[in-house]
Nanobody, 124 residues
Framework: QVQLVEFGGGLVQPGGSLRLSCVAS????????IAWFRQAPGKERMGVSC????????YYADSVKGRFTISRDNAKNTVYLQMNSLKPEDTAVYYC?????????????????WGQGTQVTVSS
């Protein structure tokens, strides 16, 4: 069974850091692009970052560039999102996603496999 599970969300003060993990099971991450999205209450889902299957290409939303870093450890079947200098506007449910039909990062919004999400709250 194909499954993505996110870990690492929580409550953090502004300026703090969190590292989210997306663990895959039922398939091997090596061959697929993985994306992180987030959705804040009352707002549309937004693409945050994406990493290609070859590690060669990464994408970031303008609002997180320089603060967030995406990486993958294929040996652990896991993708990470390191989030530094967090702001209250980063508060959202964060989801990871992939597409087993092989869609690449620019098509991230159409990825077919999604995790259940993890809540990130940035507040003092």
């Amino acid at each position: 069974q194909v499954q993505l599970v996110e870990f690492g969300g929580g409550l953090v003060q502004p300026g703090g850091s969190l590292r989210l993990s997306c663990v895959a099971s039922g398939f091997t991450l090596d061959y697929y692009a993985i994306a992180w999205f987030r959705q804040a209450p009352g707002k549309e889902r937004m693409g945050v970052s994406c990493i290609s299957s070859s590690h060669a290409i990464t994408y970031y939303a303008d609002s997180v560039k320089g603060r967030f870093t995406i990486s993958r450890d294929n040996a652990k079947n896991t993708v990470y999102l390191q989030m530094n200098s967090l702001k209250p506007e980063d508060t959202a449910v964060y989801y990871c996603a992939t597409d087993l039909a092989g869609l690449s990062c620019p098509d991230g919004a159409n990825f077919g496999s999604w995790g259940q999400g993890t809540q990130v709250t940035v507040s003092s």
